[in-house]
């Protein structure tokens, strides 16, 4: 860089500069330099560029946890992995039953950002949260929400803040926990433990209507993995986002990422699809249970009982048969600063708007939770 004040020279091309000169040439016409060049570039690749492996603060964590017996290991632990980790000497206190949380549990011990914690918690998680818990200080909006999951099984979450309370979204006869962050803070595992503090048998239904696209990969993922720790054996997240491989430009458009903000002002996030999204519920435990999706071709599937379930699951309202927008004589005025919706880019037999759904079941071989730690207190 030029010191301050003296004027840059432009930088030209002569007939006498080095571009120009005639450099030695190699068999086949090819110049002395240009191998040279090459070569450099090799030797600097092989130096500082070499592989390495990914080893970040978990790896740390499940390294020192496991005594070195995990290294290199990353990120996704097996079921064997994890019990090496949960009967080691020093991990003695982990329940055999909670075996099959072990992958919820790994996610939710890779949101400390402190290594030494994140080796207690993977060592013996189910004493390490409860030991988080007891210093909780649940907010009154918590504790009235508290009062009503004693008398529901189901919960939909990122419902607004003028939906809280009973209502219909996942069960008929206003059975279902209305929340929003005020009674749920969904990255925050306490919180989830204060919500079904009273639910001694877990949560039979989880339900996410266009919620989770407001979230990133990670959120999501702690979401998943908090719900499969609280769900009771046979229990179902029922998850309702736009759908990313739908054809409509329009509809792509209108739903892309940096759209629509939430009630709390975070944006769509992610445009999902049946290939990114469900990996990670099954990543955490979950079985899949497709209903309603385009897949990369753009093809539409609906599973023939895909509406079984409406009124004991949840009636996802942004779908097929339940949108209104979908009927022929329906005009589509659906706007936002993204764009708007439109029929005359649908291909045919595409409706105007229909969402990639489907049910996350958790096993019900795995009868462990987290939840009713009234009764165990």
């Not at 030029?2 to 432009?10: F, L, N, Y």
């Not at 008929?172 to 962050?181: E, F, W």
């Not at 990670?218 to 029922?238: C, D, H, K, S």
């Not at 023939?304 to 004589?329: F, L, V, W």
């Amino acid at each position: 860089m030029a010191p301050v004040g003296r004027p840059i020279k432009s930088i030209t091309r002569n007939a006498g500069s080095r571009a120009n000169r005639v450099q030695p040439t190699l068999p086949f016409g090819i110049k002395l330099s240009t191998c040279l060049g090459i070569a450099g570039l090799v030797i600097l690749r092989a130096v500082y560029l070499r592989p390495v492996p990914v080893y970040d603060s978990f790896d740390w964590a499940v390294d020192t946890a496991s005594g070195g017996s995990m290294r290199g290991k990353h990120f996704m632990l097996s079921d064997t992995d994890f019990a090496s980790i949960a009967t080691s000497s020093s991990a003695t206190s982990t329940k055999k039953e909670d075996l099959c949380l072990q992958r919820s549990f790994q996610r939710l011990c890779s949101a400390y950002d402190t290594d030494s914690i994140m080796v207690d918690c993977m060592q013996s998680p189910r004493e390490f949260f409860l030991e988080e818990y007891s210093g909780y200080k649940p907010s009154e909006e918590e504790l009235e929400a508290r009062k009503i999951m004693k008398t529901v099984s189901a919960v939909s979450i990122g419902a607004g803040p003028k939906a809280s309370g009973l209502c219909n979204h996942a069960t008929i006869n206003s059975k279902t926990l209305c929340t929003d962050r005020p009674q749920l803070d969904l990255f925050y595992f306490q919180s989830w433990l204060s919500l079904t503090h009273s639910a001694n048998n877990g949560l039979r239904v989880v339900f996410a209507e266009h919620v989770l696209e407001h979230f990133d990969p990670i959120q999501v993922e702690r979401v998943a993995a908090a719900a499969f720790a609280m769900m009771r054996p046979g229990g179902t997240f029922r998850v309702a986002v736009p759908d990313g491989y739908k054809p409509s430009p329009s509809y792509q458009q209108y739903i892309r990422a940096g759209g629509t903000s939430s009630g709390h002002g975070q944006k769509h996030m992610v445009a999902w699809t049946v290939d990114n999204l469900c990996p990670i519920f099954q990543s955490v435990g979950f079985q899949i249970v497709q209903r309603e999706h385009y897949d990369y071709k753009g093809d539409f599937f609906s599973a023939p009982d895909a509406y079984d379930k409406d009124e004991t699951i949840g009636k996802i309202k942004r779908s097929q048969k339940h949108d209104k927008r979908n009927a022929e004589d329906f005009e589509v005025k659906t706007q936002n600063h993204m764009g708007r919706l439109s029929r005359d880019d649908l291909k045919e037999g595409e409706n105007v708007y229909t969402s990639l759904w489907f049910d996350a079941v958790k096993p019900k071989d795995c009868t462990a939770h987290m939840a009713g730690l009234e009764q165990s207190t």
